[in-house]
């Protein structure tokens, strides 16, 4: 079936790089694109999203790119610092399907001091 | 602050002993959403309510049931938990229009001895 998936599990980041995590998605009748921060024991914390009809969002330290072509997404976390440290998922929403979302599995990012 | 609200946020219960998870929301949301996460896991949606049109997914099984007695307010019912049902415990809200993010509770971890 139609799927979300993720390529790294774990990402290391010196604290003051840039983050990279990476998102692959199946179903081209996705519409748009949430990506979400989950620190542990809590709940998924929106970041950023994104719509089909743009390829590129930026926020505050945060930047998600989206590319059709090749159904991949991406979050950049600029400056990484230690409160970045938690799993990144990614989730699309296609409102054929009912607008439900499908959450990839998800990347867990440790930032070394 | 308008918000998700999941209570408790921890709950042990004995394998077969029924066990209800409440959530609240002050967002005036439609939508509500029940997920099950496991450790390491992405949330699996168990079912959702559009308005009080239940919505079920096909996977959910029948020992988990859901009451939406007022906009605000929603249940998960576990009747006869299992050790497999142990679990963190999620509910979302949105929006019934667009942009489709889903506010999530802190969560409730179940634990069952």
């Known amino acids: 079936g139609e799927s979300v998936g993720l390529h790294l599990p774990t990402l290391s980041v010196q604290e003051g790089d840039n983050s990279i995590i990476n998102c692959a998605y199946s179903n081209s009748a996705s519409d748009y694109f949430i990506w979400y921060k989950q620190e542990s024991g809590k709940g998924p914390q929106f970041i950023i999203d994104i719509r089909s009809n743009m390829d590129k969002r930026q926020g505050q330290r945060v930047t998600v790119l989206l590319n059709k072509t090749v159904k991949h997404l991406s979050l950049q976390i600029a400056a990484t610092q230690p409160g970045d440290s938690a799993v990144y998922f990614c989730?699309?929403?296609?409102?054929?399907?009912?607008?439900?979302?499908?959450f990839g599995g998800g990347t867990r990012v440790l930032v070394k001091p | 602050d308008a918000m998700v609200i999941q209570n408790p946020r921890y709950q042990v219960t004995q394998f077969g002993k029924p066990v209800t998870l409440s959530c609240s929301q002050t967002l005036n949301h439609n939508v509500m959403y029940w997920y099950q996460q496991k450790s390491s896991q992405a949330p699996k949606l168990l079912f959702h309510y559009y308005d009080k049109d239940f919505n079920n997914e096909a996977d959910t099984p029948d020992n988990f049931q859901s009451r939406r007695p007022n906009t605000s307010f929603c249940f998960l019912d576990i009747r006869s938990p299992g050790l497999g049902d142990a679990a963190m415990y999620l509910c979302?809200?949105?929006?019934?229009?667009?942009?489709?993010?889903?506010?999530f509770g802190p969560g409730t971890r179940l634990t069952v001895t």
């Open positions: 989730a699309e929403n296609a409102e054929a399907a009912g607008n439900k979302l499908t």
């Open positions: 979302a809200s949105r929006e019934d229009r667009g942009p489709y993010e889903q506010y």
